[in-house]
């Protein structure tokens, strides 16, 4: 199947601890996006990356990192900088400015 | 970075109704996505649609680039077409980044 998938689809974290959401795709896209949604919020942007070894950040890039050593993969991580991380992430990506792809989701909670 | 304003922010609609949601832009974009958040989360397709009239079913969606709004049509709604509608863009900056609108959340009553 093609497409974007993300693990874990939950996650609970303990304050202080740095945690790592995953994001694959099979669809030979260059460009992935990680956003975060709050509760009743819209997306916003986290980082995104257009090509292999390449990221920028988003709009509210504190307390989280990404790398991007496979074309395939852009995994996130939330470090304890993070104040607030409780929230629902998405992943996606797209072929420059074509039609982009979402996973379904990690919902993280702080414990 | 580009603003994207959806209207109306909520829509309550009797199961049959029609309904349009509205997409406005602040810059001239690349692409235009709509798409429905199902009460998982998980973001669906619905629309790639920069500019021109789409239609798939009971739904169609217009892009009117030169005057930077697309508009999403629903006709007789189901209580399946609840959750939340967000439109996307694709800035011209070569950035690449995919700005979403706030979205407008729809509740189909039977």
């Known amino acids: 199947d093609g497409g974007i998938t993300q693990s874990p689809k939950y996650l609970f974290r303990k304050e202080g601890q740095n945690v790592t959401l995953s994001c694959e795709q099979n669809?030979?896209?260059?460009?992935m996006y990680w956003y975060r949604q709050d509760p009743g919020q819209g997306l916003r942007l986290i980082y995104y990356?257009?090509?292999?070894?390449?990221?920028q950040k988003g709009d509210i890039a504190e307390g989280y990192s990404v790398s991007r050593e496979k074309k395939e993969s852009f995994p996130l991580t939330v470090t304890s900088a993070q104040k607030n991380p409780t929230a629902f992430y998405l992943c996606?990506?797209?072929?420059?400015?074509?039609?982009?792809?979402f996973g379904q989701g990690t919902r993280l909670t702080v414990v | 970075g580009i603003q994207v304003e959806q209207s109306p922010p909520d829509l309550i609609l009797q199961e049959g109704a029609n309904s349009t949601l509205r997409c406005n832009f602040s810059?001239?974009?690349?692409?235009l996505q709509w798409f429905h958040q199902n009460p998982w989360g998980q973001l669906i397709n619905l629309f790639y649609?920069?500019?021109g009239t789409k239609q798939n079913g009971r739904l169609s969606a217009t892009t009117v680039a030169t005057e930077r709004y697309s508009l999403l049509y629903i006709s007789s709604s189901q209580t399946t077409d609840s959750g939340v509608y967000f439109c996307?863009?694709?800035?011209?900056?070569?950035?690449?980044?995919?700005?979403f609108g706030t979205g407008t959340r729809l509740t189909v009553i039977p």
């Open positions: 810059d001239s974009v690349n692409n």
């Open positions: 990356s257009q090509i292999v070894n390449d990221f």
């Open positions: 669809l030979n896209h260059d460009a």
């Open positions: 996606a990506s797209a072929e420059g400015h074509s039609e982009a792809f």
């Open positions: 996307a863009v694709f800035d011209q900056t070569g950035a690449n980044n995919l700005f």
């Open positions: 649609i920069p500019s």
